[in-house]
C-alpha cells in the first residue's frame, strides 16, 4: 500500500469513529496519552482510548500518536459492529444509554433532587424549525444549576433526554454512582506473573496505599470489596474484587490471596483514574522530559546530565511532586577532563504571595526553578570558598591577588526545562527568528525586550508600570507583590554574575558560558531576552566596573523534537538540591518555607549566615548595609537598571527596602 492510501485509511478510520459518534448522538472522543511505564527502556509509545461520551469503547497502543488514534478507532468501530450497541437502536433514532439503568431519567433526576434537598426542573429553552415540526431545545435544571441543552422533536422524550444529560453530568462528577458495566474489562486478569505497578506508583509505594491516599487528599470514602464468591479448593482460592472510590465501583480482577487481588483492584482503579486525568502520576516517573536518547550536542550532554541528575535525587523523596512544571540547573564543565556535574538544581514556578512578605529574611521571595537554582548554586559557592581556606583548597575557586576566581579551565552552564518567562517567554511563532545559535536579537514588537514581572500566586508575567512598591501596601494588599520575571533576573546575572552582592565582596563575577533549553527554543527571542537587550546601546554600560561586562553566553536547545507541554495544573512545591548539601530540600512557593514551615536553607537569612561563616569581619551590619559594602556590584546595578530603563524596558521592581534590614 502506497503511503497516500494508508493516510485516506488512517483518515478514514478516525473520521468514521467520529462520524458514528455523532450519528448515534453519543459524543466520540480519541484521546492519546504516551505511555510512562517505559521511560526508562527508552521505547515510547502512545496509548489511544476511544470513548463514546464517558463510557469506555477500547484502547490501542502505538509508537505515535496518530497510529494510535487509527487503531484505537478501528478497533472502536468493530467492536460496535459486532456488539448490538446504540447503533442498532429502533427507527434509526439512537438509543439513550441511561445512566441509571432501568430507570426513567426524569424520575431518577427527581430522586437525587429530592435527596439533596434542590428542585429539579426540565425547561424548554426554545425551539427551532417549521411550525408544524418543530424542535425543542430544553435542559434540565438542578436548584440554580444549568445542565447542557439537549434538541428533540418529542417534549417527552426530550424531557428524559435532558435528564439523562443532567444524570451523566452528575455521574462523570462522581456525585452519582455509575453503573458497573460503565467501565470496559480490560482483560487484566491474570492472576500468575509478577505485577508490574511502576506506570502509577511511586519507588517502595503500592497502589493500595497509593489509593488510600489518593482517597484522603480528595476526603471521598474509598474501600476494596470482593465481587464474587471465592472460587477453588481452599488451599487454592481464587479471589474476586473491585476497588470502590466515593461510591464509584471500579472493573473487578481476579488474584490468589487477599492482598495480592486488593493490589491489583486498586491499580486497574488508578489506570482509570489516570485515563481520565483525575489522577496524576508522581513527575519522576512522569517526567515533564525526555532524556535524550542519542547525545548529538552540548545542549543534549547538558539536558542528559540534568534528567539523570533530578531522578537520582528525587528517587528518594516520598512526596508528592506532581505538578512540576519547571526544571532548572547549574552544571560544573571540567575542560581538562571533558566531565560535566550538576551542581545545584531547582523546580518550582511560584512566588509567594504579599501577605507572607517577611523582614526577617526568611521567606524565599521567588521559587521559580532557575532562581532556585541560583540560590542553591551560591550556597555551593560559599562551601567553595569555605575550602579554599582549609588546608586542601578549592578545586573550583583559586587565589588571584586577594580575590577568588574561577580556575580557567572550568566553567559554569545552565539548563532550563522551558523558555524562562518574561521576555524569553512572551514571543509568537510567528515573529521571526534566526535559530542559530548567534546572537541577533529580534525586536519586532514593542513588547520585545520590555522588563516584565511575575503574577503574585499565578503564572505568566506582565510589562512594568512603576517602580514603587511599599511594605504597607503590599501588606495590606492594596498593591499586589511584584517579582522580576527569570529572563529579567537571567539577563542580570549576564552582566553581574551568578554570586550576587554578598560573595562578590571574595570573588570576581562568576558568568555563565551556556544556557540550554529544554523546549520552546528561539534563538532571536532567547538571546535578546537574556543578554542583547542590556548591551543595546553599549555605550551606557561602558562605565561598568573592572571584571564587570555583558556576557553573551552559547545558547541552544535540546534536539529531539518538540517535547509535550506540560499542561497539568501546576503545584506551589518546589525542590532544591545542591552538591554542597548533597540533600533534597522541599519547599512551598506560595509561603517560600519548607514544607515544615521552617526557614529554608536558601531564604537571604540561610545564606547570610553563610557569609558571616566565611567572613571574620565582626561588625554588626544589616543585611542591607552588608551588600552594600559590595560598591562595584552595586554599582554595575545601578548601572544596568538605569540602562534597561533607558532603553525603554521600564523599570527595574525592587522589593520595599525594609526586607533587607534584618540582623542575624
Ligand atoms: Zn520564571
Ligand atoms: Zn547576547
Given at each position: 500500500m502506497d503511503t497516500g492510501s494508508l493516510h485516506q485509511l488512517q483518515k478514514n478510520a478516525i473520521s468514521a469513529f467520529m462520524e458514528y459518534g455523532q450519528r448515534i448522538g453519543r459524543q466520540p472522543t480519541l484521546e492519546c496519552r504516551e505511555r510512562r511505564s517505559r521511560l526508562f527502556s527508552g521505547n515510547q509509545t502512545f496509548v489511544a482510548v476511544a470513548r463514546l461520551e464517558d463510557e469506555v469503547i477500547c484502547e490501542a497502543e502505538a509508537p505515535n500518536k496518530k497510529d494510535a488514534k487509527t487503531k484505537a478507532a478501528d478497533k472502536a468501530l468493530r467492536q460496535m459492529e459486532a456488539s448490538p450497541g446504540p447503533s442498532q437502536g429502533t427507527g434509526g433514532e439512537p438509543e439513550m444509554r441511561l445512566a441509571v439503568p432501568g430507570k426513567d431519567p426524569v424520575s431518577a433526576l427527581m430522586e437525587y433532587a429530592q435527596a439533596q434537598g434542590l428542585t429539579a426542573t426540565i425547561v424548554v429553552e426554545g425551539q427551532t424549525g417549521p411550525a408544524h415540526c418543530p424542535t425543542f431545545i430544553m435542559y434540565a435544571k438542578l436548584g440554580d444549576r444549568k445542565f447542557e441543552s439537549i434538541e428533540h422533536a418529542n417534549k417527552k422524550e426530550g424531557r428524559k433526554r435532558a435528564a439523562n444529560t443532567a444524570l451523566l453530568k452528575l455521574q462523570r462528577e462522581g456525585k452519582i454512582p455509575r453503573p458497573r458495566s460503565g467501565f470496559c474489562q480490560r482483560g487484566s486478569q491474570n492472576d500468575s506473573g509478577s505485577d508490574d505497578y511502576k506506570d502509577i506508583c511511586p519507588p517502595r509505594k503500592n497502589p493500595l496505599q497509593v489509593f488510600n491516599e489518593l482517597a484522603q487528599a480528595r476526603g471521598v470514602t474509598c474501600d476494596v470489596i470482593e465481587t464474587a464468591d471465592r472460587r477453588g479448593q481452599p488451599h487454592d482460592l481464587t479471589f474476586t474484587m473491585a476497588a470502590v472510590l466515593n461510591d464509584i465501583e471500579f472493573e473487578s480482577v481476579t488474584g490468589k490471596n487477599k492482598n495480592q487481588t486488593k493490589n491489583r483492584a486498586t491499580a486497574a482503579a488508578l489506570r482509570q483514574l489516570l485515563e481520565t486525568g483525575d489522577y496524576e502520576l508522581p513527575s519522576a516517573q512522569r517526567g515533564a522530559e525526555r532524556i535524550p536518547q542519542v547525545i548529538r550536542s552540548w545542549d543534549d550532554r547538558i539536558a542528559t546530565e540534568t534528567l539523570q541528575k533530578f531522578r537520582s535525587v528525587v528517587s528518594d523523596v516520598e512526596a508528592d511532586l506532581s505538578g512540576r512544571k519547571v526544571l532548572a540547573a547549574i552544571l560544573l564543565y571540567d575542560k581538562k577532563t571533558d566531565t560535566l556535574s550538576v551542581v545545584s538544581l531547582g523546580t518550582g514556578n511560584r512566588c509567594i504571595t504579599g501577605n507572607y512578605l517577611c523582614v526577617e529574611g526568611s521567606v524565599i521571595h521567588d521559587s521559580h526553578a532557575e532562581i532556585i537554582a541560583a540560590r542553591g548554586f551560591r550556597r555551593y559557592l560559599y562551601e567553595e570558598v569555605r575550602r579554599s581556606e582549609s588546608s586542601g583548597g578549592s578545586e573550583v575557586l583559586g587565589h588571584t591577588s586577594g580575590r577568588l576566581r574561577l580556575f580557567r579551565h572550568l566553567s559554569f552552564h545552565l539548563y532550563i526545562s522551558t523558555a524562562p518567562c518574561g521576555d524569553g517567554a512572551v514571543y509568537t511563532r510567528a515573529d521571526p527568528s534566526n535559530e542559530d545559535n548567534v546572537h541577533l536579537p529580534v525586536y519586532r514588537t514593542q513588547q520585545h525586550g520590555l522588563l516584565r514581572t511575575k503574577v503574585e500566586n499565578g503564572e505568566g508575567t506582565i510589562p512594568v508600570e512603576n517602580a514603587s512598591q511599599t511594605l504597607d501596601g503590599i501588606r495590606r494588599g492594596d498593591q499586589r507583590l511584584r517579582t522580576m520575571s527569570c529572563s529579567d533576573k537571567i539577563c542580570r546575572w549576564n552582566v553581574l554574575g551568578l554570586q550576587g552582592a554578598l560573595l562578590s565582596l571574595r570573588m570576581d563575577p562568576i558568568y555563565l558560558s551556556s544556557i540550554t533549553l529544554g523546549m520552546l527554543f528561539s534563538a532571536g527571542h532567547m538571546s535578546r531576552a537574556v543578554c542583547c537587550r542590556a548591551a543595546r546601546n553599549p555605550d551606557l554600560l561602558s562605565g561598568l566596573p573592572t571584571r564587570y561586562k555583558v556576557t553573551h553566553p552559547e545558547l541552544g536547545c535540546v534536539s529531539e523534537g518538540p517535547q509535550n507541554r506540560v499542561t497539568d495544573r501546576s503545584s506551589p512545591r518546589s525542590v532544591n538540591w545542591n552538591s554542597a548539601d548533597g540533600t533534597v530540600e522541599l519547599t512551598d512557593g506560595a509561603n517560600?518555607?519548607?514544607?515544615?514551615n521552617a526557614p529554608s536553607r536558601l531564604c537571604k537569612r540561610s545564606l547570610f549566615q553563610c557569609f558571616s561563616h566565611i567572613n571574620p569581619d565582626r561588625a554588626r551590619r544589616t543585611y542591607r548595609q552588608t551588600k552594600d559594602l559590595a560598591t562595584d556590584y552595586r554599582n554595575s546595578r545601578n548601572l544596568f537598571e538605569d540602562a534597561m530603563e533607558t532603553n525603554g524596558y521600564g523599570p527595574w521592581v525592587r522589593k520595599p527596602p525594609e526586607v533587607d534590614m534584618f540582623y542575624l
Open positions: 517560600g518555607k519548607t514544607i515544615r
